[in-house]
């Protein structure tokens, strides 16, 4: 049987500062004797809004198993879309490229118009391996066994894209990514081991549960959202309060009357 890590170039394995997409990354480090070809790329595309933790854990992978290219969302010098290179040392920590994106279309993404993912990952990611003169290539997505309905619409929704899920077809499910992460020697240290503080942290996407208890635990986590919604004017969510009055809910301790609501999947993987 086919081992389906050992992947073929030219291909990008999209690495997201996530257990499920470092694990993923492990196993075709493992299926090419952790030496990967030239045309397979590791790539992380940083929004700036990651929890810290995430930062520190990608610089561990490439301290101690591979090179990672660090993209970041840019405009050129027309203002057109672009991406740079950068690095741990100087890639963004306070939303920048964000913040670049919501300028250029002076307007912010919501649910239905979710640029973000588009912009900031998906494109940024190609124009960076269009500079390398590539013409086709796969990528390595790490969605697993137990994420079906993302698979399935991943190359429905990702135009230009031709995504592969090394985890799906090995049938590697979240407790397979639990194991592996519990018995290596260094982890990803998000506070108190919760996907809570995944992705960009206070994404508009996530329940408004999760936001209020982040907004708790480390409220400057949503400063930047927040003061994004103040400058455009505008909401990243017109059914729910803004972030000011989430940050302000936590600290007053007030009510609000809404009912739970479900993270909203996109193709930021964990």
Not at 7 to 20: E, K, L, N, Q, Y
Not at 202 to 226: F, M, R, T, V
Not at 258 to 267: G, L, S
Request: charged share 30%; glycine share 6%; aromatic share 14%.
């Amino acid at each position: 049987m086919r081992n389906p890590y050992l992947i073929d170039g030219p291909a990008v394995i999209s690495f997201s500062g996530g257990r499920s997409s470092g694990f993923m990354l492990w196993n075709i480090l493992e299926a090419h004797d952790h030496k990967l070809p030239e045309d397979i790329k590791v790539i992380f595309c940083n929004t700036g809004l990651e929890h810290h933790e995430t930062y520190e854990f990608i610089h561990r992978i490439e301290e101690n198993w591979c090179p990672v290219i660090w993209l970041e969302y840019d405009l050129d010098e027309d203002q057109k879309h672009t991406f740079k290179i950068v690095d741990y040392a100087s890639a963004s920590r306070t939303g920048e490229p964000f913040s670049k994106l919501n300028d250029k279309y002076e307007r912010l993404p919501n649910p239905v118009h979710r640029y973000c993912t588009g912009k900031l990952k998906i494109t940024t990611s190609r124009y960076f391996i269009k500079s390398l003169g590539w013409t086709e290539w796969e990528s390595c997505i790490g969605l697993r066994k137990d994420e079906p309905r993302r698979v399935h619409k991943f190359n429905q929704d990702v135009k230009y894209e031709t995504g592969i899920f090394p985890m799906w077809e090995a049938g590697h499910y979240q407790d397979d990514v639990l194991e592996f992460w519990a018995s290596n020697h260094f982890d990803l240290n998000l506070p108190n081991k919760a996907n809570l503080w995944g992705n960009c942290v206070g994404c508009h996407l996530k329940g408004l549960n999760k936001l209020i208890e982040i907004a708790d635990q480390d409220p400057e986590q949503l400063g930047w959202w927040s003061r994004e919604e103040i400058k455009h004017d505008n909401l990243f969510r017109r059914d729910r309060p803004s972030y000011r009055k989430i940050l302000n809910f936590t600290k007053n301790q007030g009510s609000f009357n809404f009912v739970d609501e479900e993270t909203i999947p996109c193709f930021c993987t964990d």
